[in-house]
């Protein structure tokens, strides 16, 4: 099971972006809470930060995913 994007908000590339440029992602989670609609499912708030060889942010956006819920021993709730 994986996670279902829901939207991406404030997405902006603030500087360019070229070939050959070795990119890194890094991700935060920001905010968790279940679905009101699916209640074996979840929704979080990421946050993501791409940044260029060195060390200039190329990009940044806020998302919002949909993933399965998990047990407290780390099992899905679907099992």
């Given at each position: 099971?994986?996670?279902?994007?829901?939207?991406?908000?404030?997405?902006?590339?603030?500087?360019?972006?070229?070939?050959?440029?070795?990119?890194?992602?890094?991700?935060?989670?920001?905010?968790?809470?279940?679905?009101?609609?699916?209640p074996?499912?979840?929704?979080?708030?990421?946050?993501?930060?791409?940044?260029n060889?060195?060390?200039?942010?190329?990009?940044?956006?806020?998302?919002?995913?949909?993933?399965?819920?998990?047990?407290?021993?780390?099992?899905?709730?679907?099992?």
């Amino acid at each position: 099971e994986g996670a279902i994007g829901l939207g991406v908000d404030e997405l902006r590339w603030p500087n360019v972006v070229r070939p050959g440029d070795v990119l890194t992602v890094e991700t935060e989670i920001v905010d968790v809470r279940p679905s009101r609609s699916r209640p074996n499912y979840g929704i979080i708030r990421l946050r993501n930060v791409t940044t260029n060889q060195r060390g200039e942010v190329v990009q940044t956006m806020l998302a919002s995913a949909m993933v399965p819920r998990r047990l407290k021993d780390n099992r899905t709730t679907d099992t």
